[in-house]
């Protein structure tokens, strides 16, 4: 059964700095891994798509990569803002198995 | 439409009662596939269509939940003799194809078993 983990739970920084939030999957079978975001009551938006055949994706200031040997990949924000404020999650597929969720904080 | 459609966006429900939470993906997707999100966790897979068929229900919790999606576009996730422990927010999103293209979600609809 795929379990998805996702490290850390919570972060908070300030204004500025450039961040890693961390995604682990128990199995490397998987179709493709999306990263997405979710703000407070509203819907989960997606920030990238990383096909099981790629290394990475960016758009803007996020990178994201995929490590399927080790299970792994990572949401890199560069410079980050207070409007990046919101809970990542990323998800494998098939069917999107979900991690816990990074809630990220980013202090003006 | 622009992007998926769910409705209601809030329903309270008497425990026991029987809901119906509508889903309506972006005009052309294939694959639709229903969530259900505690307070603080991450989503977790109730059922999955491509198309009018339904080919992945393993997350369903019990068999007072009953996914539809008759004509292949409209999908109704139904929960009969609600409980409290169905209290969540309840999220469809639809992909293009299949399941490895990018799959956009709805605002949700957050039921409240009382």
């Known amino acids: 059964k795929q379990e998805v983990t996702q490290i850390p739970a919570a972060l908070s920084v300030p204004e500025g700095e450039n961040l890693v939030l961390n995604c682990s999957f128990t199995?490397?079978?998987?179709?493709?891994l999306q990263w997405f975001r979710q703000d407070p009551g509203k819907g989960l938006t997606s920030l990238l798509l990383?096909?099981?055949?790629?290394r990475e994706q960016t758009s803007g200031r996020l990178n994201a990569s995929l490590d399927k040997s080790s299970g792994r990949s990572t949401l890199y924000i560069a410079a980050s803002q207070p409007g990046d404020s919101a809970t990542y999650l990323c998800?494998?597929?098939?069917?999107?198995?979900f991690g816990q969720g990074t809630e990220l904080s980013v202090k003006p | 439409g622009a992007g998926v459609s769910q409705s209601p966006r809030y329903k309270v429900a008497k425990r026991g009662q029987d809901v119906a939470l509508r889903c309506d993906p972006i005009?052309?997707?294939?694959?639709l596939f229903w969530y259900q999100q505690a307070l603080g966790q991450g989503p977790e897979f109730l059922t999955y269509?491509?198309?009018?068929?339904?080919?992945?229900k393993s997350g369903l919790p019990s068999d007072r939940f009953f996914a539809e999606r008759p004509e292949g576009s409209v999908s109704t996730l139904k929960i009969q003799r609600t409980q409290q422990e169905d209290s969540a927010v309840y999220l469809c999103?639809?992909?293009?194809?299949?399941?490895?293209?990018?799959?956009?979600f709805g605002q949700g609809t957050r039921l409240t078993v009382v």
């Open positions: 999103a639809s992909s293009f194809n299949d399941m490895n293209t990018e799959a956009f």
């Open positions: 199995d490397s079978a998987i179709y493709n």
């Open positions: 990383i096909q099981s055949s790629q």
């Open positions: 998800a494998v597929g098939g069917k999107l198995i």
């Open positions: 005009s052309g997707h294939v694959s």
């Open positions: 269509f491509q198309n009018e068929a339904q080919l992945d």
